[in-house]
């Protein structure tokens, strides 16, 4: 994104869901005396920022405060809620620790994280589509080779996982960095049990045609943390914490982007509402469940059912960085 000139606003604004007048609502009169006060306000704190020597940083800054005055100004915040909002944002800091990142869950449920996921990784070809992070990844999982199991000894029903790394041009990516991470199946990752456990989460790599495989478990629906102030938030608002069935990848390989996706699990009840808006079509897979006595594809013996799913991923090449400091200008394409 480069600054040009005359630029079509973008986005367009919103308009409002409610106007003076409809049912339900209640008409505030905002005199042009106030209007004017309010506005000062809002472009004394923008001008505070014009000694920033950082330009990305002082367009940071001022479209923040733009924003956050123009919500409280919409809404006409009452003192009581910016308090209650104060309040929400000390026990979100109060209750994160190194395992559990509330601010990360605030963002997700509220669609930031894949807002900022659709912004900085634009469609390419049919790369594969990228979805949430999540809070649940750590650094330094065991690796595994190609065929290996990753649960661990996580509870579930065994499923093997199976596919090809290409880049956008269809060539097999050999040596491309798999991570693999998922919850068991009563709904926690390994973290949450607090004793240390490595379980359900490894790396592999890719081999010399592209292909992959190792044994996991069939994901199963889980509720986000809901104990702190964002399962609060949620609550009051009528939604669930609940998150659709999923394996999350993250995959490197040198000249090709990173990406950081899951997998769905095709007929899953919370697919349509994913707690953190992290589903894509493309992402749903079929995780065909396989009956007892099926043989596998390595022989391995399971005791009871399993399931098998192929998840093929193609890697968009990496984007240059654009290491200038400057005021980025975004143009909606014609058309």
Known sequence: MTEQASPTAYPQPLPPEKTAGDDGTRTVTVSAEQAAREQALVEEVVASFDGAESARLKQIMQALTRHVHAFAREVRL??????????????AGHITTDTRQEFVLLSDTLGLSMQTIAINNEAHGDATEATV????????????????????????????????????????????????WEADEDGFYDVQYGDGRTAARAHLFSEDDGTYRFWGITPTPYPIPYDGPVGKMLQAVGRSPMRTSHLHFMVTAEGQRTLVTHIFVDGCDYLGRD??????????????????????????????????????????????????????VAVQQEG
């Open 78 to 91: 009452t003192e009581e809620e910016w308090g209650a909002a104060i309040e929400f944002l000390t026990a």
């Open 133 to 180: 992070f999540g809070p649940f990844f750590v650094e330094g999982a065991p690796e595994i080779a190609n065929g290996e199991d990753m649960a661990f000894g996580a509870a579930g029903q065994p499923c093997w996982v199976q596919g090809r790394v290409t880049d956008a041009d269809g060539n097999p990516v050999p040596g491309a960095r798999i991570e693999v």
């Open 275 to 328: 707690s953190v808006f992290g589903v894509k079509e493309s992402l749903i897979k079929d995780f065909a469940v396989q009956p007892a006595g099926t043989p596998t594809p390595d022989g391995r013996v399971v005791e009871g059912d399993w399931a098998t799913v192929r998840f093929d991923i193609v890697l968009a090449p990496a984007q240059e960085v654009d290491g200038e400091d400057v005021h980025w």
